[in-house]
């Protein structure tokens, strides 16, 4: 078994585990929720197949609507972010840069990796919050939840991110 693979698949599980245990259960001002498991689809390397993304993205967000009572919106959501994973990505990293690059802030730098988990995150929170909501009756709720679990989630994963690599 390939060590990406299995490394891949722990990575899965914990962010799973967390979130359904822990992380569902937190409702920061009755607007801002973590969604930890969006760090999955940042962190696969340039040149993944695209197939394989948005299978992993699917089934994270499907695995994680069983045990959110959200049927159907993580798994849209996820996969939406799968299917624009590539294109953020090419936005951050140099043209010269090895076919191989994994994401991180080693790789990218600090300030691009910030720049792609905040703009990733900010997307999936549009697309997850829009499928749960809707409507556009509360639309200050709506913005809320969008910016509350966008900033939570980021800070969440740069914590991660910095822990991860020392």
Known sequence: MNLDLLRSISLFAVLLIVQALVLNHIHLFDCATP?????????FRRNYP?????????????CVDVFSNTPGVGAASMTFLGLIQPYLLALFIPRDSPDD??????????????????????????????????????????????????????VLILVIENLRKR
């Open 101 to 154: 690059l994994a994401p991180s802030m080693h790789s990218l730098g600090v300030t691009k990796f910030i720049y792609y988990t905040i703009i990733s995150v900010f997307i999936y929170c549009i697309v997850f919050f829009t499928l749960e909501t809707f409507n556009f009756f509360n639309w200050m709720q709506w913005l809320l939840c969008i910016g509350g679990s966008t900033v939570i989630t980021v």
């Open 35 to 43: 969604l930890l498991y969006v760090y999955l689809a940042l962190l």
């Open 50 to 62: 695209r197939w394989g993304i948005l299978g992993w993205c699917f089934v994270m967000g499907l």
